[in-house]
Structures are given as C-alpha cells and as structure tokens.
C-alpha cells in the first residue's frame, strides 16, 4: 500500500481519507464513514481508525457511548484530536478544518440529534458534488462554538439575532453558492413527535424572517429559508399539517421546506415538500 512520509508518521491512503472526512463533518461514527465509500469493509476500518488513535501522537480521538434500551451499543463517535487537525491543514492541504476544542462536550443525551445533524451535512454536500456550478460555502452547527468577546463566553455559530435581546439557535445554517446566487438555509433536524415544540421552533424562525434574518448576518438582500428534516415521515406530515392550519405562516410558506431524513438521504435537491403539500426544488 502507498504511504505518505510525514516526518516519522506514514499514512496510508484510506487514513488520510478519514482524516479528511473528519476535518469536514467534525464527528462520524463507523458506519457514516463506511457510507461515505472511504472503505467498504468495517473491520478494516476500525484497524485504520485504531491505529490512527493509538500513536504516540494521535491524530484521532473517540468517544464510547452507553448501551441504549431499544437499540443497544451505540456506535462510537471519532473525531480528530489537534495533532490531526495540525496534520490535515500543513500536509493535506485542507483550509477549514472542524474538531472538537473541548473533547468532553458530547453527551448522550444529544447523540442521535447531532449525529442526524452531520447525516444532513452529509446529504447536502454529496448532493453538492454531483450538482456542476453549485459549491458549499459554509455549514456552521449548534455544536461549533464561537467566542463573542464578554463575559458570556461562547455562543452557537448557528445563533440567528431576531433583536437585540431575543436570538435563536438553528440547529445549523448552511450557504450555497449555485448557478444563479448564495442561497441561505436554517436547519432545523427535528427527532420525536412532540409538534407543539416544532410549531414553536419554527415559529421563531418566522419572526427572524419577518426582520430580515438571517439573511442580513450575511450580507444578504433577499430571504433565506428553513429546511426541516423529520426523523420519521409521519412526523413531517404532523408538523405540515400544524403550520398549513396556522394562518401565521400563509405569506411565508415558500420558506419552509420539508423532507423526512430518509428523502433527503435520496435526494438532497429536489422534491421538497411545502406544508401545503406542494413540491419544489431546493432552490
């Protein structure tokens, strides 16, 4: 197998994919990886990825989760630890490169929301890739944090101002450049059936529209839009049917789009929903 000489490390060339990988999406468990075609075959993977964590100097941490009671042993979610995301910007050559500054800030509690998160990354950006003229420009989630400069410390890059004492925190907000102009989105990934708590969400959403947010953070003179991704398909007809019924949303529903994880994982682009049932495409 080639290697690739750095300093007294070698690199094989499926490790220098998870490393690549890894710097994009920021978290990925075994199984996102094997879906990501970086190897097909998950016993070797894991040898690549141990041995990536058991240098003298490693490039790749893991996080161990506990046993859940419908699903059993989660799957453990890697990252790369600093020396890797060192070794990814000088020797591969990557400019933005995402990991954890804080190794301990992922709790199971928030384990299948944020790893659905990262799985509409996924979509989105392979969908990027097999779209000619269209580019991810940015992709920013609850979980990155950002330093505001007061006492208050850290706050979501998806933080969205609604007004000077009122902010939300998309789930993530995401920049596309296509043939025609950056388009804007707001993720919402809602898990669970609990509708009364996406009504609220996204009614936040409606107000930051109603103020020229978030379009306005970046530099934007022309609305941005929301995608919502459901866990499950029956929960996405629940949540439709509840803003179709609210007149609040009538003027803005062009700015709410609806897939279920499973359609987006098919198709990224085209074939949203409108609550009223009408499909159209991403942008």
């Given at each position: ?55 003298k100097d490693p490039l790749v941490g893991s996080i161990a989760f506990g046993v859940h009671p419908a699903i059993g042993k989660l799957e453990n979610v890697h ?26 800030q992922f709790y199971q509690k928030d384990y299948f929301h944020r790893m659905n998160t990262i799985n509409v990354q996924i979509a989105l950006h392979e969908g ?29 890059e998806s933080s969205i101002q609604v007004s000077e004492n009122d902010y939300l925190i998309a789930d993530a907000l995401c920049m596309l450049q296509t043939p ?104």
């Open positions: 197998m080639v290697t690739k000489r750095l300093f007294f490390q070698t690199l094989s060339p499926s490790q220098e994919k998870i490393l690549l990988a890894l710097a994009r999406y920021k978290y990925l468990t075994a199984g996102q990886l094997l879906g990501l075609g970086i190897m097909s075959d998950r016993a070797n993977l894991n040898k690549q990825i141990a041995e990536l964590r058991l240098r990252f790369l630890k600093a020396h890797g995301a060192e070794i990814v910007k000088d020797y591969l050559r990557e400019d933005v490169v995402r990991f954890p500054k804080n190794e301990g990027i890739s097999k779209n000619e003229g269209c580019e991810m420009l940015l992709f920013l989630t609850y979980f990155d944090k950002v330093s505001t400069g007061k006492k208050k410390g850290y706050r979501a025609n102009r950056k388009e804007l989105y707001a993720i919402e990934m809602c898990n669970g059936d609990d509708t009364s708590r996406v009504h609220k969400s996204l009614f936040h959403h409606l107000r930051a529209l109603s103020v020229g947010q978030p379009s306005r953070m970046f530099g934007l003179d022309y609305g941005s839009r929301i995608l919502c991704i459901f866990e499950l398909e029956v929960y996405k007809q629940m949540a439709m049917k509840r803003l179709f019924e609210d007149n609040s949303f009538a003027e803005a529903k062009f700015h709410f789009l609806f897939k279920s994880l499973e359609e987006i994982g098919q198709n990224a682009f085209e074939d949203w929903w409108l609550f009223d049932g009408e499909k159209v495409g991403l942008f």
